[in-house]
């Protein structure tokens, strides 16, 4: 498993993004044993799923280059396999999940993510990857179930606004 990923993480390439977030898929639907033991199923049934064109990649800020290189040396520390799986589920999340110019009025420590509630993929929700706030028009809600990431559609219809 180790193997795999860190020739995926050696492969990784800004301009390609595209590639590298459907490898990461792949891995995961290769590999899905080991995450059923360590992801929530809700969210890993979602991510077995995704495909790059139906996201806008690596809108976050977050530095891939730092991050790819920072999760590579871990695995070759010999991270087990639980934190492979958490690492490559984040992962996904932060190339996927769209990046707001909108600081979290909560806590103020990160900019606000665009996601959907899985059992209702029509309805922006703004989330915090800090605080975790959750909020729905402006106001703040206690989400039940899996968020993710809101789809490349969403995202340019809710920018258009």
Request: aromatic letters at 10%; a negative charge.
């Amino acid at each position: 498993m180790n193997k795999s990923i860190i020739k995926i993480y050696d492969s990784f390439d800004k301009s390609e993004l595209n590639i590298f977030f459907d490898n990461l898929i792949k891995f995961v639907n290769k590999y899905d044993s080991e995450f059923q033991k360590h992801t929530s199923l809700e969210y890993l049934n979602s991510i077995k799923k995704f495909k790059s064109q139906d996201f806008i990649l690596g809108h976050s800020d977050d530095s891939l280059e730092l991050g790819i290189s920072f999760y590579k040396k871990k695995i070759e520390e010999n991270q087990d396999e639980e934190a492979t799986c958490n690492q490559v589920s984040s992962l996904i999340w932060a190339l996927s999940a769209y990046m707001t110019d909108e600081l979290c009025p909560i806590c103020s420590e990160s900019n606000l993510r665009l996601t959907v509630m899985k059992q209702e993929e029509n309805q922006i929700v703004k989330f915090c990857d800090e605080c975790l706030s959750t909020i729905i028009n402006d106001n703040y809600v206690k989400i039940e179930g899996e968020l993710i990431p809101a789809s490349k559609k969403m995202v340019e219809s809710y920018l258009e606004i």
